[in-house]
C-alpha cells in the first residue's frame, strides 16, 4: 500500500472514531507502528488530526464519543485481557454496580460465573450478558435509552439509584488523566456513571492503554474517588501513557496491568492475575501471578514502564 493510500485510510478511521490507537492502525493498513507514527506525524503536520499518547485523535483538544459498533471492534484484545484480571475483583455473594461500555460488556460475561452475584446496571449489553446466569441476580435502572452505547440515562436512571449501596463500582469511559480522572464526552452519560459512583464502597476503572492521557468533556470520576485502575501495558515508545500512569499511582490510585501478549499458536495468551490490596488505597502496582504483600519488584513497575 503506497503512502498516499495509507495515510488516507488512517485518517478515514480516526473521522470514523474519534480516537484510534497506533496498534490498531498498524493492523488494519498491515503495516509496523513505526511507519504508522510517521504517518501520524505527517497528518498532523496537515491539521488534519492530532497524535495523543500511542495514538491519533480527531484534532480540536477533545475527542468526541464513539458508537458502540466501532468501539466494539478497537483494542479487542486488551479488553479482554482487562476484564480477565478485573473479575478476579468480584466475589462470590457480593453486590455491585457495573456501567456501560464495551469492556465492561466483557467484564460481565465473566461474572456469570460467580454465584450470588447481585449485579446493577444501566448498560442493556451488560444485562444481556448475564441474562442466562442462573446465580446471577441482575437489576437494571429506569431511564431512557440511549441507542449509540445501549445505555439508559437520564433522570429515571439516576433517581433509580439513589439510596443504593454496594461494594464495588466497574466504570469505564472515553478518557483517563490524573488531573481530571475519569471523563466521557456525553453529558447525559456522565451524570448516570457519577450516581454509579455514589452508590458504591470503591470504584473500580476499567481503561485500555489508549484511554491514559486522553481527556474529554464531561468529567465522572475526580482521581481522588478511583480505588482502583485495571489497564493494559502501554508499548515500549508511549512514555506519556506510563507517564500518566505513574502520576495516577502518586495520586494514591492502585493500579493492575494485563497481559495482552500472545502465544506461539497464535492465539491470546491469558491475562496475568495481579491481586489488589483490600480497600486501603496504596501505591501499587502488580502484573504477577500469586497473591500476598508486593515485592520490590511489583513496587518499582510504574516507574520502570515510565523509564523505557
Known sequence: MFAAERRQLILEMVRANGAVSLRELARVVQT?????RRDVRALEAEGLLDRRHGGAVLPGGFTRESGFPQKSHLATAEKTAIADLA??????????????????????????????LTVVTNSL???????????????????????????????????????????????????????RGLSTSNMLS????????????????????????TDTMFQT???DLITRLVTDEPPAHDDRAATELQALADQGVQIAVAGTGSSSGGEQAPARRAPLPGPRRGVTLRSGAGFGEPTGTERGRVADLRRR
Open 190 to 213: 456522565a451524570s448516570v456513571d457519577r450516581a454509579l459512583v455514589q452508590a458504591a464502597a470503591e470504584v473500580v476503572v476499567l481503561a485500555d492503554h489508549t484511554k491514559l492521557g
Open 87 to 116: 473479575a478476579g475483583l468480584v466475589e462470590e455473594g457480593e453486590a455491585i454496580v457495573v456501567g456501560a461500555g464495551t469492556t465492561t460488556q466483557e467484564l460481565a460475561r465473566r461474572l456469570a460465573r460467580v454465584p450470588g
Open 221 to 223: 470520576v475526580p482521581t
Open 32 to 36: 509496523s507502528e513505526v511507519t504508522v
Open 125 to 179: 449489553l451488560v444485562a444481556q450478558a448475564l441474562a442466562h446466569a442462573n446465580r446471577v441476580e441482575v437489576v437494571m435502572t429506569g431511564g431512557t435509552l440511549r441507542g449509540s452505547n445501549y445505555a439508559l440515562v437520564g433522570s429515571g436512571a439516576e433517581q433509580s439509584l439513589q439510596g443504593l449501596r454496594v461494594s464495588k463500582a466497574f466504570l469505564s469511559g472515553s478518557g483517563l488523566t490524573a488531573e
